[in-house]
Structure formats: structure tokens, C-alpha cells
């Protein structure tokens, strides 16, 4: 009969070896594993503090009805596709051309989607991936970037224009 203490021990190790595999240690003793985990986390503080910094850079400009001229991005990956969901308080004319070639571009397909483009711009799309494309798995982060180059691409030659 195994004590508590053996089921204890047990599920500690476990809990160990999941922490070695995600931060990718090499370490084989408790206490290092523990270590290595620590500097894990302190590097992913690391590159949050310099994504902070890079959005910080990127943010977008207040016009003078106290609106941000960027739309909002959100991006879910789901089992099999993505829901993506963009809004601007203002008409954004050409942006949703620009949005829809950029998911093409990833390889993604819009199943379905829901637009408004009067006086503020919102677009609602689901999708999935291209059939010939089914090893790559979206991922939120890319999506999100790819569209807010678009965003920022489209803003640029607005701006120009």
C-alpha cells in the first residue's frame, strides 16, 4: 500500500518534470529545476516589459474628437480557425479589403463574418485555415500582428492621401 506520503512525493516529481519540460531545463535536481524555472519567468518579465515598450511606441494618435484613430484588434484562436473581431469609432474606408487579403495572405479563410463600415468600422469574422495549409496552427499573436501592420500600413497611406 503506497503512504500519503509516497502519493505526495509522487505528484511533487510530476509537478517538477511538467515544470523542467515548459521552461525547456535540463537541470535534473529539484532545487535547479527551481532555479532554471525562476529565470524563465524573469526572462518572460523581460520580454513583456519590452513588448509594453514597443506598444508604447506604436500607440495610436488622438485626433481632436478625443478618438483614437487605431481600430481595437482581438484575436482568439480556436480549435480549428480564429475569431477575429476589429473596431474603430470612426469609418475606416479601404480597411476591410486590406484586413480580408492580409488573412488570405496566412493562409486563412473567412468562414464568415460581420461588418459595419458607416460611421465607425467594426468587423466580426470567423475562419479557419486553408486546407492545404493544415500542419500550421493559427496563432493569436501572429494574426494580431499581421492585421495591426495592415492597420497601420492602411493608416500610413491615408494619411498620405
Request: aromatic share 4%; net charge negative; hydrophobic share 35%.
Amino acid at each position: 500500500m503506497v503512504s500519503r506520503e509516497q502519493k505526495r512525493a509522487a505528484v511533487l516529481h510530476e509537478k517538477l518534470q511538467l515544470l523542467r519540460s515548459i521552461t525547456k531545463s535540463h537541470a535534473i535536481s529539484e532545487s535547479s529545476i527551481i532555479v532554471d524555472a525562476s529565470k524563465y519567468i524573469q526572462e518572460l518579465k523581460h520580454k513583456v516589459e519590452r513588448l509594453n515598450q514597443d506598444m508604447a511606441t506604436t500607440v495610436p494618435q488622438i485626433n481632436s474628437n478625443n478618438k483614437t484613430s487605431w481600430p481595437q484588434i482581438e484575436v482568439e484562436t480556436l480549435e480549428k480557425g480564429f475569431l477575429i473581431n476589429v473596431y474603430s469609432e470612426r469609418s475606416c474606408p479601404g480597411l476591410l479589403v486590406s484586413i480580408l487579403e492580409v488573412l488570405e495572405d496566412l493562409g486563412l479563410n473567412v468562414l464568415e463574418a460581420r461588418v459595419s463600415c458607416t460611421d465607425t468600422f467594426r468587423l466580426q469574422a470567423f475562419g479557419g485555415e486553408n486546407e492545404e495549409n493544415e500542419e500550421a496552427i493559427i496563432n493569436a499573436q501572429v494574426v494580431t500582428e499581421a492585421v495591426f501592420e495592415t492597420i497601420k500600413n492602411w493608416s500610413e497611406s491615408n494619411e498620405q492621401g
